[in-house]
């Protein structure tokens, strides 16, 4: 093969030429990337705040869902309050009453005993002690 001669200006010309064609290749394409990145970014930017108002959205839900829970929680503990002031009073109602049926009886036996007495000294003879 014979070698092809080229001047040393002629091939400084094309390492330039060269040169300057990689140079504009390079920043052409870094300029793509930075828009690719600045796409990336802007789509992650974007889906994280979608992310974060479900998250914000979620988390409102979750805390209305916990006041309603508080609240019917405070409304059982009222009722059973209630329930058990209700069963507490009957209670001392009917022991009240149960007292006042016994006293009842106790004065009705004791009444009863004093007329079995009178009685008893009424069926005694007139001047005889009884027994």
Same mark, same amino acid.
């Given at each position: 093969?014979?070698?092809?001669?080229?001047? +040393?200006?002629?091939?400084?010309?094309f390492l330039?030429?060269?040169?300057?064609?990689?140079?504009?290749?390079?920043?052409?394409?870094r300029?793509?990337?930075?828009?690719h990145e600045?796409?990336?970014?802007?789509?992650?930017?974007?889906?994280?705040?979608?992310?974060?108002?479900?998250? +914000?959205?979620i988390?409102?839900?979750?805390?209305?869902?916990?006041?309603?829970l508080r609240a019917a929680?405070?409304?059982?503990?009222i009722?059973?309050?209630?329930?058990?002031?209700?069963?507490?009073?009957k209670?001392?109602?009917?022991?009240?009453?149960?007292?006042r049926?016994? $006293?009842?009886?106790e004065?009705?036996?004791?009444?009863?005993?004093?007329?079995? $007495?009178? $009685?008893?000294?009424?069926?005694?003879?007139?001047?005889? $002690?009884?027994?």
């Amino acid at each position: 093969m014979s070698d092809i001669i080229i001047s +040393e200006a002629v091939f400084e010309s094309f390492l330039k030429s060269l040169h300057s064609k990689v140079a504009a290749e390079m920043q052409a394409f870094r300029a793509r990337l930075d828009a690719h990145e600045a796409v990336y970014c802007a789509q992650l930017s974007a889906g994280l705040e979608s992310k974060m108002c479900k998250a +914000e959205e979620i988390e409102r839900r979750q805390h209305a869902v916990e006041d309603r829970l508080r609240a019917a929680e405070d409304q059982i503990e009222i009722k059973l309050r209630a329930a058990e002031d209700e069963i507490a009073r009957k209670r001392r109602a009917a022991e009240d009453q149960i007292e006042r049926k016994r $006293r009842a009886a106790e004065d009705e036996i004791a009444r009863l005993r004093q007329l079995e $007495r009178l $009685r008893q000294t009424a069926a005694v003879e007139p001047g005889e $002690r009884p027994q």
